[in-house]
Structure formats: structure tokens, C-alpha cells
């Protein structure tokens, strides 16, 4: 089933190589997709960006070259290709995971995709589907948080950082954040965040000052090697260092005797495999849904971009200049 009013070409992001902001191409010709078995056609609305992004752009985490970025997307569905499209019909809203979002039209996975709320719009949609479940699936999944934790989250202002925040308090847990200035710390509190300390500091001893040298039952570390070492340190005995992104670069290889001198779990969760059937898609999007429709939990769009600002948005996010989510709009 299709719409007749498909063109035959879009706009989009195209990088043939890695490298800077400057690799990445506002395209006006590039072909529309025609979704494959199991797939739908998506007019997207709202792009999300991503830190990962940036790692396929730079070559931190290879993919084939040449590709459209993104990871998400939320939109309109145009057509749908052969097979099963998960009771998703042409003109549903949805919200969807999965690649080439940096444009007018996609073609994902209809497993990848979920009909957005009517209470949701499109632009909160997009701006909580990735980062919220990555959030979700933390604290459930790669360490369980308890009411009482303490849990310690770098750049609690950011994207992820915002979502973990707001999710621990309504957990109960005892949050203390990290962020490079004092509008972002003040931010992260409104959010959730019991402490929020300078990411620039003494954050370490900070740490474990706040918890009477006992350190934290977990860590959600999404900046990577400048911090893990530090951060390590301030486990507790029988905690959780979780690792889930790259900003400051990869953490270099790891000798893992690390580990034992208080029994400590090392993570390095994806969120593919934590919504890798369509099961553990829809309840933890449900779940999601439910925190910002009952719970009102706040959606922080820092900017929706045109998409030909692609690059603008990239050394924003590079470069510290950002809370909450950034957007784009085809």
C-alpha cells in the first residue's frame, strides 16, 4: 500500500568519508528509499542527533561509506513494504529507531517503529524515543538501581544526562551529577539531580565526600576516557561502573583484574540489545510514554536546526554548548 504522492527525490546528510563537521553533505537529489520486506516509508518530521552520530562521522565506529546519518526519527508513514509492518498502517505517527534518519524520507524497520500518543507530539517524541530508553534500560537493566542509591551521572545537563536524572528521582535514588557550568548544574537539580558538581573540579573526592568514603552504587558514564579512571574510583564495593558512550574518546583497553579489589561490575550496554524484540521495544516505550504523559517528566529540546545546519548542530553538541536534545527538521 503507497501514496501516490512520493517523490522520486530528497533531500538529505550524506558523508562519503570520515572526519569533521565539514564531511557532512546537504544533499538536494538524493533517491527516496522504497522500503524492503518488513519495512515502512517515513516522511520524517523531526530528526533527532545523537553523540553517536558523531562516531560514525569520525570513524570511531565504522560503517560503510557512503551514508546518510541518524539513528531516529519521527514522522508520517507514506508506504509500507511486503511482509509483516507490525499493524502500522500508511498514515500513522510514529517514532522510530534505526539508520538514516538525516532526511526528508526513511525507510526503517517497522519492528524499529511505535505509534506516537496522542497526548506526545512529534517533536517531544523524537526528542525522548532514543535517549529515553537508553536512560530506561540503565537503570532496569545494565544496574538496577535501588530507592536510596547513590548514583553518580556525568554531564547530568545533557541529553541522556537530563533523562537519567529525572528517571533516578522518581526512583528514589540519591543523584549527583556532573557539569562544566553553573547553568547546567542549576539545570540538572531542577531535574533531579540531588548534587551537581563541576566536571572541571575535584568531582572525585566530591564524590566521595558526599557518600562517607563509601562511593556509589553505580556510575552512568557516558564521556568515556577522561573520566572512567576516576569514576572507577568512586565505586563502592560490590557497585556498577556502566559505560555507555565515547564524548572525551574511547576508554583505553582495560586490564580487568581492575575489578576485583572491591567486586565491581563493569557494563558497556548497548541499547540494540536491550530492545531487540519487539516485546522489550513496546514496554519500555510504554513505559517512556507513560513517565512523560502521567509522570510529566520534562522533554529539554535545546534547538531544532534545518537541516542544512547540520554541521552548526555537530560542533554544538562537540563542543559543550548544549542541554537537552538537539533537533533537526527536514
Excluded at 46 to 60: E, P, Q, S, W
Excluded at 189 to 217: I, P
Amino acid at each position: 500500500m503507497a501514496s501516490s504522492t512520493i517523490p522520486k527525490t530528497m533531500k538529505g546528510i550524506l558523508v562519503e568519508k570520515t572526519g569533521g563537521p565539514e564531511v557532512l553533505q546537504y544533499k538536494t537529489d538524493l533517491p527516496v528509499p522504497t522500503p524492503r520486506e518488513g519495512e515502512i516509508l517515513v516522511k520524517n518530521e523531526f530528526v533527532g542527533i545523537n553523540f553517536i552520530d558523531t562516531y560514525f562521522r569520525t570513524g570511531l565506529y565504522s560503517a560503510p561509506k557512503p551514508e546518510i546519518l541518524g539513528r531516529e526519527a519521527s514522522g508520517t508513514i507514506l508506504s509500507l513494504g511486503p511482509g509483516n509492518t507490525q499493524n502500522l498502517s500508511v498514515g500513522d505517527e510514529v517514532v522510530w529507531i534505526g539508520a538514516s534518519s538525516y532526511a526528508e524520507y526513511s525507510a526503517c524497520p517497522a519492528a524499529s517503529a511505535v505509534k506516537i500518543p496522542a497526548s506526545i507530539t512529534p517533536s517531544d517524541a523524537c526528542a525522548a524515543l532514543l535517549q529515553g530508553l537508553t536512560a530506561l534500560t540503565l537503570v532496569r537493566e545494565a544496574h538496577k538501581v535501588e530507592k536510596g542509591d547513590w548514583v553518580l551521572v556525568h554531564a547530568a545537563a545533557g541529553g541522556m544526562g537530563l533523562w537519567l536524572c529525572q528517571i533516578l528521582r522518581d526512583i528514589g535514588a540519591r543523584t549527583i551529577g556532573t557539569a562544566s557550568t553553573a547553568e547546567k548544574r542549576a539545570l540538572a537539580q531542577e531535574n533531579g539531580a540531588m548534587e551537581v558538581l563541576d566536571s572541571h573540579g575535584r568531582w572525585k573526592e566530591e564524590v566521595l565526600e558526599l557518600t562517607g568514603g563509601e562511593g556509589v552504587a553505580a556510575v552512568f558514564d557516558g564521556v568515556g576516557k577522561s573520566t572512567f579512571d576516576e569514576s572507577l574510583e568512586c565505586v563502592r564495593r560490590k557497585g556498577s561502573m556502566v559505560s555507555f558512550g565515547s564524548a572525551s574518546g574511547a576508554v583505553p583497553p582495560f586490564t580487568i583484574a581492575r575489578l576485583s579489589a572491591k567486586n565491581i561490575k563493569l557494563a558497556r550496554p548497548s541499547l540494540t540489545n536491550y530492545i531487540a524484540t519487539r516485546d522489550e521495544l513496546e514496554h519500555y516505550s510504554n513505559e517512556l510514554f507513560h513517565m512523560m504523559t502521567v509522570d510529566k517528566m520534562n522533554v529539554q529540546i535545546h534547538e531544532v536546526y534545518p537541516l542544512q545546519d547540520v554541521a552548526r548542530a555537530h560542533m554544538d553538541l562537540e563542543g559543550r554548548k548544549t542541554t537537552g536534545k538537539l533537533l533537526m527538521r527536514p
